[in-house]
């Protein structure tokens, strides 16, 4: 029996789990120390703050204690699922979100092939600050833009369309039901396109310089460099990317739709997340509005989830997990 | 080796007290917000009386009194103003000063986690103070009348108007002033340069903002001006639905059968929306009009591009007088009354109303600082300082008796005197009859008097209580019935109107609870007659 157990002679026995942790803590404990804030973080800030979702079950109220208000059960979800008006934010959430993803996100890869391509580095720099500088400005700023541009009475566009003689009538495209959603898109696009691109120019710098001077020797032009070694080598990149965008798709913009809300347009743009702050900020509706975000969570775990699915079903190799 | 393991441990315990810095609150600093026992969850305070104050007038040290505002300009965050309240009422004003639009959803911030500023205003009398009374998180000022005389003797029986000042309690504290009502100001230079009257119906009023549109009015030579600076808000065609009986600020009226609803569902609002349909159409409304913000709006008049604009007249005639208009001659005004074609006009009422008042929240340290402060803000003296400034620095009165003043120096400028504080805080606990008003120039005075005389408060329901429909689904009401009126607005042909406004107010009615809403007001309106 003894022999069953004792590892033979000269053998090591295999540490356990516990002391490899602990020799590897041990080991790189910089590294660990410099992991620990994070952790901390994680958990202070995103784990510890979940308990509140019980809101969701609760009949809470102002001043209440979440512990001790009372359960309701699935109730605040019916409500939710009952008024008309969230559903309509949850299909312009649907559509808004696919809308972004569909022109958003391959908008930072073209644009980073297009900027891998320029040659000389004065130029590839000036036109990778223009593109990021975007995003560092606030909704509110961008709206101030468009606004500054499209007013019908007032805007650069109406100016500039005067330099070629034209004095007709321009269209409030801001309070157009029918531009709503593209502008919505439009300004989207060029907020985020920028910043998108460090990640995908990062990937690029990454691969071997080889590969393209062996295709080059072969009589590949840049154009299918780009597309057999270029795309090929950010293929993970662009899928892990993909999959936090997924994850994100029930999360429209709320900064972005709020500022360029008006009553014109509001039965086209809102989102949950709108509707969200107008039950639970200004109606003071705590238990409705954590349905609905706990609704919007678990629906964006679920995406990520088929997402990843997807993506291991097509490469093994990509994918988070 | 020795360096890079330093600045690991460095870095990973500044890493560790940016995240801890993040979760403090300023309890532990300065703030004189520190939840008092008696405003724990499940219970409203009581009253705790003279005795148990900590305030600075007995210790002779100025405590901080944290206050939130709303309001559209933007004082210096420190500025004369405060700084001169703070020495009257020995404390240290530490102001919150948000936009109006975000007032509201700033307030349900704090009081959803117990930061409420020691005093702040709520305008939703009905549901917000009650919830607020409910849950403990305002304080109970019943006994401390003594501490406070002219703020309560100004709210007078106002107070017991209250729904959330039930069995004796005063957890709200009403302004007691009615509110101005709307004029149509319409720029009388302009009908001058035009050879034009001061229009009286709807055709004449056509005729004007045509002229004003089309015909130069500024006399520069230029097609650059337009008939009205309006917004999206219905009111700021306030007169053109009085000219048919519809009082269109978010009012209840009373139908001919009986039941009580919504302004949009008078039988000529469809009328209304297609006069102001025409007005929009041809051009003559300043074509921004949907997505323009509040001070634009108003930025039209400043500068000279409107020529009328539908606003309590005490901003085009009095506050903005002369420093806010940027022509080389400061334009002129006259306010017009609209007749409709039976004979009906007015604008919407104002009601000597609870809405807008004071609260202290539970959790203040230093309640005889904050009476002390709402005390003074409701004298003349404390109003004349916030509406006007430091009186010797920024104005000084000319004939005070008549309430003429002056400006002094730099602060002439209306932005100078508003950037120190000047007019930002003047509706802080304010009297009745506050500054501004005893300081009216004739012509305000003549406008304000005409615009209460003129408003329509036949068949209006004014509803301050709790109906449970209107708390659960006030905001999807709202918003289907701000939706169609846009969408009224922006129709393709008049034709189309009737679908439009049936389909809304069928949406209205059954997804909104609308219909529900209705049987609860009109039960409410019959038991209360």
Redesign the interface.
């Known amino acids: 029996m003894s022999n069953l157990t004792k590892p033979p002679a000269g053998v090591v026995p295999k540490p356990s789990l516990k002391s490899r942790f602990l020799s590897t803590v041990r080991r790189d404990w910089m590294l660990y120390l410099m992991f620990l804030p994070g952790l901390v973080y994680i958990l202070v800030f995103k784990y510890a703050p979940m308990y509140g979702v019980t809101i969701a079950f609760k009949d809470f109220k102002i001043g209440m204690d979440v512990m001790n208000a009372p359960w309701v059960g699935w109730k605040h979800f019916a409500d939710l699922f009952g008024r008309t008006a969230f559903l309509r934010a949850l299909q312009n959430n649907i559509i808004i979100s696919f809308a972004k993803l569909l022109f958003g996100f391959p908008f930072p890869i073209i644009l980073s092939l297009m900027i891998n391509e320029v040659r000389s580095s004065k130029m590839k720099k000036l036109v990778q600050t223009s593109v990021i500088l975007p995003n560092f400005v606030s909704w509110v700023v961008v709206y101030g833009l468009f606004y500054a541009i499209l007013s019908p009475n007032a805007g650069a566009l109406k100016d500039v369309l005067g330099l070629f003689g034209y004095e007709g009538a321009l269209p409030n495209l801001l309070a157009s039901q029918n531009a709503a959603r593209t502008m919505i898109v439009i300004s989207h696009v060029w907020k985020g396109a920028g910043m998108g691109t460090i990640v995908y120019l990062a990937a690029i710098t990454g691969i071997d310089q080889g590969l393209y001077e062996a295709a080059s020797i072969d009589g590949a032009g840049r154009l299918k460099q780009m597309w057999h070694i270029t795309l090929p080598c950010i293929r993970t990149t662009i899928i892990v990317l993909l999959i936090f965008r997924v994850g994100e798709m029930m999360y429209a913009g709320f900064d972005q739709i709020f500022v360029f809300s008006n009553d014109a347009i509001v039965s086209k743009i809102d989102i949950i997340d709108t509707y969200v702050y107008k039950l639970g900020l200004q109606e003071r509706k705590y238990g409705i509005s954590t349905a609905a975000g706990l609704f919007q969570s678990f629906t964006g775990l679920i995406l990520v989830i088929i997402t990843n699915w997807i993506a291991k079903r097509v490469d093994p190799e990509s994918g988070l997990v | 080796m020795k360096a ?2 330093f600045l ?2 460095l ?2 315990a500044l ?2 007290i ?2 801890f810095a ?2 403090g609150g300023k309890d532990g600093g300065e703030s004189s917000s520190k939840a008092p026992e008696s405003s724990q ?2 219970g409203a305070p009581e009253s705790s009386g003279p005795e148990s104050s900590n305030a600075g007038e007995n210790t002779g040290d100025a405590v901080e009194v944290t206050i939130m505002m709303d309001g559209d300009n933007t004082p210096n965050a420190t500025n004369m103003v405060l700084d001169k309240l703070g020495e009257m009422t020995n404390t240290k004003i530490n102001m919150i000063y948000t936009p109006t639009d975000d007032a ?2 700033k307030r ?2 704090m ?2 986690s ?1 930061t409420l500023p020691d005093i702040f205003r709520v305008l939703d009398v009905v549901t ?1 103070a009650q ?2 009374a ?4 305002i304080y109970n000022l019943a006994g401390l009348e003594d501490k406070a005389p002219n703020w309560f003797k100004n709210a007078g029986d106002l107070i017991s108007q209250v729904p959330a000042n039930k069995d004796g309690a005063i957890y709200y504290v009403p302004t007691g002033q009615l509110g101005y009502a709307y004029n149509l100001n319409i720029r009388t230079d302009w009908l001058k340069n035009l050879n034009m009257e001061m229009p009286t119906n709807l055709d004449e009023l056509y005729d004007v903002y045509y002229a004003f549109t089309n015909n130069d009015p500024d006399g520069n030579g230029q097609k650059d001006t ?1 008939g009205l600076a309006t917004d ?1 808000d219905p009111r700021s065609f306030d007169s053109i639905f009085g000219a048919y009986g519809i009082p269109a600020n978010k009012n209840n009226i009373l139908l001919e059968d009986g039941t009580v609803s919504i302004y949009a569902k008078h039988p000529d609002y469809l009328e209304a929306i297609k006069y102001i349909r025409r007005l929009i159409n041809d ?1 003559l409304v ?3 009009w ?2 323009i913000p509040a001070m634009d709006k108003f930025g039209k008049m400043w500068n000279g591009v409107a020529g009328a604009m539908e606003f309590q007249c005490v901003g085009p005639t009095n506050n903005w007088m002369p420093g806010r208009y940027t022509e080389e001659v400061t334009p002129t005004f006259g306010f017009a009354t609209i007749e409709g074609p039976g004979g009906k006009k007015g604008v919407s009422p104002m009601f000597a109303n609870i809405t807008g008042g004071w609260c202290i929240a539970a959790r203040t340290e230093n309640i005889d600082a904050c009476l002390r402060i709402a005390d003074f803000c409701c004298t003349d003296d404390g109003n004349d300082l916030l509406y006007l400034g430091v009186e010797g620095e920024m104005f000084q009165w000319t004939d005070k008796e008549n309430g003429e003043y002056e400006y002094l120096g730099e602060y002439t400028d209306g932005a100078k005197q508003r950037a120190e504080g000047g007019f930002c805080y003047s509706w802080l606990c304010p009297p009745a009859v506050s500054c501004e008003m005893r300081c009216f120039n004739a012509q305000t005075r003549e406008g304000v008097d005409l615009a209460h005389n003129n408003m329509i408060t036949e068949g209006v329901v004014d509803c301050q209580d709790v109906l449970q429909t209107r708390s659960d689904y ?3 009401m709202d ?1 289907v019935i ?2 169609m ?3 009224l607005l ?1 129709a393709g042909s008049d034709d189309d109107l009737q679908g439009i406004y049936d389909e809304y107010m069928n ?1 209205w009615e059954t ?2 609870h609308g219909s529900e809403w209705e049987e609860e007001i009109t039960q409410w309106y019959n038991d209360n007659k």
Do not use: N, W
């Not at chain 2, 409910?134 to 998180?137: F, H, I, M, P, S």
């Open positions: 890079k393991r690991s441990i870095l990973a890493m560790l940016t995240v993040a979760c969850a499940g509201a959803t349900s911030t009081a959803a117990d917000e919830e607020y409910d849950a403990g998180l337009f999206a051009g300043e074509p921004d949907l997505t006030g905001s999807d918003s701000s939706e009126y846009v969408a922006q949406r997804e909104a």
